[in-house]
């Protein structure tokens, strides 16, 4: 058995249950897991009660009942083998365990615990309120019937419990336009927690798809004789029928007959307003320029 001090405890993430109501008897579960992970068998040697005692001396305290401690941390240990693990420090398991301790006080150590074993060692991670809830309550999901009437899966509650965090336990946070939030700790400071929100929000998105699709289309016009080439777009043509000559029928679409003692109009004519509008949205076109103050007709709207 390691006479090393021990600093920290290691436990499954499911032992946290609970602890919203009870944070005594959630630390009693994992301060005796521990006790079990110290006195459990290695290479051949026997586990006893008396091993288990010697293990609950290093860590500084004591049972009334050995034996059913260590039962129940075998069977702790057996039953929450695959779940996900977090940790606490012995500095801080101390200044909780058996003191008088508010309601908010145990969700903000319960709210650090679930950051920590999200985060594991990486400087930063990208997380939700709800994956930071369930952690807090000893899971790892939360399903979508239990998202509502918990208290600290309310938006004022959650946001205040990470103010809080952010306060008084070294914690950062941020969100901006996108879903769920940034976080880390003493590696990683706001400002670069902000770079990486604003670095994953605009990054490229992935156009192989769309290259791949544009490559098979290209291949199939080839195959068929068909030209990729991108039709020029239709230029406008002055001459193009007006809605006014389609409205005087075949009369605009006639060849205009020149006459030599009339000087034809110039191509490009000036557009007479209707009365007593004179925005451009209203302009209509005269027909023929010398009389175009008898084409100027009331404005429609």
């Not at 615990?113 to 309550?137: F, N, V």
């Not at 879903?179 to 990683?188: A, C, N, S, V």
């Amino acid at each position: 058995m390691s006479q090393t001090p021990i600093t920290e405890l290691k436990f499954p993430i499911a032992l946290l249950r609970g602890s919203l109501r009870d944070i005594n008897s959630c630390l009693d579960d994992i301060i005796f897991y521990n006790v079990y992970l110290l006195a459990r068998p290695r290479q051949g040697q026997a586990t006893d009660a008396q091993n288990f005692t010697e293990a609950a001396r290093l860590l500084g305290i004591s049972s009334n009942d050995p034996q059913a401690a260590y039962l129940k941390a075998q069977d702790m240990f057996v039953q929450y083998r695959t779940s996900p693990f977090a940790g606490i420090s012995m500095e801080l398991l101390k200044k909780y365990y058996n003191k008088p301790v508010a309601e908010f006080d145990v969700a903000c150590l319960l709210g650090y615990i679930a950051l920590r074993s999200i985060l594991l060692d990486r400087p930063w991670h990208k997380t939700t309120k709800a994956e930071i809830y369930a952690r807090m309550t000893g899971r790892t999901s939360l399903p979508s019937k239990e998202r509502s009437g918990e208290r600290y899966l309310k938006r004022y509650h959650m946001d205040r419990l990470l103010r809080a965090l952010e306060a008084g336990w070294g914690l950062h946070t941020f969100s901006h336009q996108t879903m769920g939030l940034y976080f880390g700790f003493e590696q990683t400071s706001l400002q670069e927690l902000a770079l990486i929100n604003e670095a994953h929000k605009h990054r490229p998105k992935d156009h192989t798809r769309r290259d791949a699709n544009a490559a098979a289309l290209t291949s199939a016009n080839a195959a068929l004789g068909r030209s990729t080439t991108a039709k020029p777009q239709q230029q406008h043509n002055d001459s193009t029928t007006t809605p006014q000559q389609q409205h005087n029928g075949s009369a605009a679409a006639a060849p205009q007959q020149h006459n030599d003692s009339f000087t034809a109009p110039s191509q490009h004519r000036e557009p007479i307003p209707c009365l007593p509008c004179t925005t451009t949205k209203h302009i209509l076109h005269a027909e023929n320029p010398p009389n175009a103050i008898a084409n100027i007709r009331p404005c429609p709207i």
